[in-house]
């Protein structure tokens, strides 16, 4: 499968951005998808995750609350709602994709987009 996640910008802080990630080639409800970011100096971290069909998410205790990730398996597409925004979430934000049952290991994600840049001024 190939990802292409679109949507990053620059936001100020308190502010609001949306990530799409595409997903294309194999059918895309075989795959758990995620969200992961790498900011400055820093390791890939995960954000979030939604199993198969959407009936189950997971969040990294940084972004719960004001993050949201949700999909649409007709449109193929994987999605990243960030709200109150904070300098601190100024990252790179990857999708990933994986076959693996829900809830896999962030080392369990064997496809992945090519980031979309998301900064936060304050």
């Known amino acids: 499968v190939q990802l292409q996640a679109s949507g990053g910008g620059l936001a100020q802080a308190g502010g609001s951005l949306r990530l799409s990630c595409v997903a294309s080639g194999r059918t895309f409800s075989r795959y758990v998808m995620g969200w992961f970011r790498q900011g400055p100096g820093t390791e890939r971290e995960f954000v979030a995750a939604?199993?198969?069909?959407?009936?189950?998410?997971a969040y990294a205790d940084s972004v719960k609350g004001r993050f949201g990730i949700s999909r649409d398996n007709t449109k193929n597409t994987v999605y990243l709602q960030m709200n109150s925004l904070k300098p601190e979430d100024t990252a790179i934000y990857y999708c990933?994709?994986?076959?693996?049952?829900?809830?896999?290991?962030?080392?369990?994600?064997?496809?992945w987009g090519q980031g979309t840049q998301v900064t936060v001024s304050s």
């Open positions: 990933a994709a994986t076959e693996k049952d829900w809830r896999p290991l962030r080392w369990e994600y064997d496809y």
């Open positions: 939604i199993n198969k069909i959407g009936g189950g998410t």
